[in-house]
């Protein structure tokens, strides 16, 4: 494309004015804000959909307003301040829930291995300038900031964990930050919760993340006042990472948080699921190159954690499927995004 030299000048200044304003002109609607709900350091598919929302917010699709830890372990909040330093994004806010789920002997945690190396030298490999694990806001008041400072219907919770922190939040009440209720705020902020959890195929299982805290699971599906769309199990096990991917597409950078974290998850070379990267797709992109929305109704999850759904006019709940050309589309732009230089 022609233009001169002065529009260029223009534009870049123009750029750079609405990099500073959030990527937004007052002409455009506000971008969705995003909030990560995350158990990162039990699963590497966290990693590559932390990377993606980076990458969002890179290309001013979206604000990361905030990121919140549902697990017991320190260094799960460590690993996202170290990412959000490593990616340019210093100042994304953390939460920590304050009785988290205990994953730490459900896998190996790639999360604290790579908060501890060090380069030749000693010193840390990754910065994590003034971190201090006690310090670590509660993740229901930060939610409930959050929420408060957000235009109304403008939020996306991508949900990639367990679910205490949202369960706590909806049973918050009204206090010195808003008048407004959990619920209220949910209702009044939350465009829509992206969740991965669940089971709705033709041989359900019961899930990972709703096994580890079935009565939170319950009270979501039941409860909470907004759209929730799941990203069940049989939908992550149709796209799967590739070793590859991350052995030849993350060279870019000397040391980068994904590589180090995959390959320290599990012995080099594996392909994984990445089930939490296919529910941050959805929540940015939910177009029908990549998924089959099922009809709206009703989710029931049971007391071994098998879910159910029932389609009802009005209803709330959704679940995702995807056919096997639509599966080879979302890797494709999970590919695409993951393994392109981060803006930094
Ligand atoms: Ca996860």
């Known amino acids: 494309?022609?233009?001169?030299?002065?529009k260029y000048l223009f534009?870049?200044?123009?750029?750079?004015?609405?990099?500073?304003?959030?990527?937004?002109?007052?002409?455009?609607?506000?971008?969705?804000?995003?909030?990560?709900?995350?158990?990162?350091?039990?699963?590497?598919?966290?990693v590559v959909a932390l990377d993606m929302l980076y990458k969002y917010v890179d290309d001013c699709q979206i604000t990361l307003a905030a990121e919140c830890v549902n697990t017991d372990s320190p260094y799960a909040a460590a690993f996202l301040h170290l990412t959000n330093h490593w990616y340019g994004y210093p100042d994304i806010p953390i939460g920590q829930a304050r009785q988290g789920i205990s994953s730490n002997f459900d896998a190996p945690n790639?999360?604290?291995?790579?908060c501890q190396m060090t380069d030749?030298?000693?010193?840390?490999?990754?910065?994590r300038p003034n971190f201090q694990s006690d310090s670590i806001p509660d993740a229901v008041a930060l939610y409930r900031k959050t929420l408060a400072a957000q235009p109304d219907s403008s939020v996306i919770l991508v949900s990639v964990g367990f679910s205490v922190n949202l369960i706590n939040l909806l049973r918050s009440g009204a206090d010195s930050i808003s008048a407004l209720t959990g619920k209220e705020?949910?209702?009044?902020?939350?465009?829509?919760?992206?969740?991965?959890?669940?089971?709705?195929?033709?041989?359900?299982i019961a899930e990972y993340n709703v096994?580890?805290?079935?009565?939170?699971?319950?009270?979501?599906?039941?409860e909470w006042p907004s759209p929730i769309v799941y990203t069940p199990f049989e939908v992550g096990v149709q796209v799967k990472y590739q070793a590859t991917t991350v052995e030849q597409g993350l060279l870019w950078a000397n040391h980068h948080p994904l590589k180090e974290a995959y390959e320290h998850y599990q012995a080099m070379p594996y392909d994984c699921e990445i089930w939490d990267a296919i529910a941050t797709l959805y929540a940015v992109e939910p177009s029908e190159t990549y998924f089959t929305l099922s009809p709206w109704g009703d989710v029931h999850v049971d007391d071994e954690g098998y879910t159910t759904f029932t389609p009802?006019?009005?209803?709330?709940?959704?679940y995702l499927s995807m056919t096997a050309e639509q599966a080879s589309?979302?890797?494709?732009?999970?590919?695409?995004?993951?393994?392109r230089p981060a803006k930094r």
Not at 28 to 39: A, G, M, N, R, Y
Not at 215 to 220: D, G, L
């Open 329 to 339: 589309a979302a890797l494709y732009r999970i590919n695409q995004l993951t393994t």
């Open 110 to 114: 790639y999360a604290e291995t790579v």
């Open 120 to 127: 030749d030298q000693g010193l840390p490999l990754f910065q």
């Open 11 to 46: 534009g870049a200044a123009f750029t750079l004015c609405l990099m500073a304003a959030g990527c937004s002109s007052p002409e455009e609607q506000p971008l969705p804000s995003v909030i990560l709900e995350t158990d990162i350091g039990n699963y590497i598919d966290d």
């Open 312 to 318: 009802r006019t009005g209803g709330l709940r959704a």
């Open 1 to 6: 494309m022609k233009q001169t030299f002065g």
């Open 211 to 222: 096994v580890k805290d079935i009565p939170s699971a319950q009270a979501i599906a039941r």
């Open 185 to 204: 705020l949910i209702r009044q902020k939350v465009r829509l919760l992206s969740m991965m959890a669940g089971s709705f195929g033709a041989y359900p």
